[in-house]
């Protein structure tokens, strides 16, 4: 039977972690897991069984993070092989159990970070994508699983490759802090108007949080959805013990949690990070008989970019258009000589005015429209008004403070006006509730600035996770561990 049939019908289960459940069977530190798809397909095929026999009807295959980038031609193992063999280790547990189940094609984040903050090109990691897509849907599997995506970039590649490169159905679930930010700054709603956009069937979200802190997030994403929401979280938050990372829920407690998240609308529930097939049994249990909460159409129209959404509905929006050379000359001088400042500037003039959503024209017939399109990403962040959460932007900005104790010096490097630094860390503040700068001497002029302990400990954690993101992914899919949001299943 379809599994989106199936999915208007009754609650899904699918399975839940398996990197750790491989480093118990013997996975060595270093040692890429989906190699075992190939060396020891009777571990897979025991774990695989072992959640269908718990209550699953989801199976994901061993096949996250394995992508040309690990599996190419300088390889011991070749790409196809290792998921031809990932496939059919999940179609084996399911003949051996004896049950109707599905196949999920396991796709994670590429460990690199795209153009313009890393070096992957968009098109680059398209194809790095649908060629996983080609040979997992030629393979054999029911549809396409896309998860613990912490970039909208990233995803929409992730995504147009499973859509051109097969016809199975596509669900994705992305990874939230506490604060439902994704790590790029996407929120609930920017990310499911743009998931909704591209097509995909079912979404949701997985790892970074237990049960519990994935509930409050859960409100604001069914409160945007129409279609069937996935979730999949840790077994609570993790913490180290003697070297070995532990979960904070056990699996009554996380069932219990698993209960509400389905009382409340979501379609398929199941595990992630710390996960085990007794985890799964005690959700399937719970929740087997519970009818399903209708998935009702929100008839919205929204406008959204990487990192939040604006509704076009009751209330007016503003669409700012002077970012335009039509009739202005000075705009159009701007454009040739490449003057970022001035244009920048009529960006922030509209959104201090209250644009809700920036017109961006730059068409002029001697210039090249794509090379003028790209911004740097302080650019990029203060258009999106990205200001609001601690992004690149605000990042840094404090950087700069920190560096040249001086605000006047921070906002002349950022190519802004004194008064819009001033408005950018006044929003921060509210929205983070601390204080970014201890010291404002100097009044209009400027002075000496510092950033207070709290802004400093959050520019060091972002920066570290920045770090990470950058430099230490790799690691991750070899072990498949790692820190936070790159944990895989």
Same mark, same amino acid.
Request: aromatic share 6%; glycine share 10%; charged share 25%.
């Given at each position: 039977?379809?599994? =989106?049939?199936? +999915? ?9 972690? *398996? ?7 013997? =996975? ?50 070749? +790409? ?9 280790? %999940? ?53 396409? =699983?896309?998860? @613990? *995506? ?11 490759? %499973? ?72 077994? #609570?938050?993790? $913490? ?33 990070? #710390? @996960?085990?097939?007794?985890?799964? $049994? ?43 050379? @039509? ?12 003057? +970022? ?16 959503? +920036? ?22 962040? $203060? ?32 190519? *802004? ?26 009044? %209009? ?15 060091? $954690?972002?920066? #570290? ?25």
């Amino acid at each position: 039977m379809d599994i =989106l049939q199936e +999915l208007q019908n009754r609650i899904l289960f699918c399975d839940g972690g *398996m990197g750790s459940l491989l480093q118990e069977a013997g =996975l060595k530190p270093g040692e890429l897991p989906g190699t075992w798809n190939i060396t020891h397909p009777e571990e897979l095929v025991k774990i695989h069984k072992a959640y269908l026999e718990a209550g699953a009807d989801i199976v994901t295959t061993n096949t996250f993070g394995v992508d040309r980038l690990k599996y190419n031609e300088n390889t011991e193992f070749q +790409l196809e092989p290792v998921i031809r063999a990932a496939v059919t280790n %999940a179609k084996e547990a399911i003949r051996q159990s004896g049950k109707q189940a599905w196949i999920g094609l396991d796709m994670g984040p590429t460990g690199k970070l795209l153009k313009p903050m890393g070096d992957l090109a968009f098109e680059d990691c398209c194809a790095i994508y649908r060629e996983v897509v080609e040979i997992g849907a030629d393979a054999g599997a029911d549809f396409v =699983l896309i998860e @613990t *995506m912490s970039d909208s970039y990233e995803t929409k590649a992730a995504v147009l490759a %499973a859509k051109e490169g097969c016809n199975l159905p596509v669900f994705v679930t992305v990874t939230f802090d506490e604060r439902g930010k994704l790590l790029t700054g996407g929120s609930p709603a920017s990310i499911v108007a743009m998931l909704e956009g591209l097509g995909v069937d079912v979404l949701g979200m997985n790892c970074g949080l237990g049960p519990v802190q994935m509930k409050e997030i859960l409100k604001d994403i069914l409160e945007v959805s129409s279609i069937p929401v996935m979730i999949n979280p840790n077994a #609570g938050l993790p $913490r180290s013990e003697n070297g070995k990372t532990v979960y904070d829920i056990d699996a009554a407690h996380f069932a219990k949690t698993e209960e509400e998240i389905v009382d409340m609308g979501a379609r398929i529930v199941g595990g992630c990070c #710390g @996960t085990t097939p007794e985890h799964i $049994r005690m959700v399937a249990e719970r929740c087997r008989n519970k009818k399903p909460v209708p998935v009702t159409k929100k008839n919205r129209t929204v406008v959204s970019s990487f990192c939040q959404a604006v509704e076009i509905g009751k209330n007016p929006v503003i669409i700012g258009e002077r970012i335009n050379p @039509t009739g202005k000359s000075k705009f159009k001088q701007a454009l040739r000589d490449h003057n +970022l400042q001035y244009i920048l500037q009529e960006g922030v003039t509209q959104q201090d005015h209250g644009a809700h959503v +920036l017109d961006v024209n730059v068409g002029l017939p001697e210039i090249d429209e794509p090379s003028k399109l790209p911004l740097r990403p302080s650019v990029r962040f $203060r258009l999106a008004k990205s200001d609001t959460f601690f992004g690149p932007g605000v990042a840094e900005f404090l950087t700069l403070v920190d560096q040249s104790n001086s605000m006047q010096t921070a906002c002349k490097e950022m190519e *802004m006006s004194y008064s819009k630094g001033w408005k950018i860390i006044k929003k921060a503040e509210e929205y983070l509730g601390c204080s970014l700068i201890e010291s404002r001497s100097g009044g %209009a002029t400027g002075g000496s600035s510092h950033l207070t302990p709290e802004a400093k400990d959050l520019l060091a $954690r972002y920066l #570290g996770m920045e770090k990470e993101l950058k430099a230490a992914t790799a690691q991750l899919f070899e072990t498949y561990f790692g820190d936070y949001p790159y944990k895989s299943r």
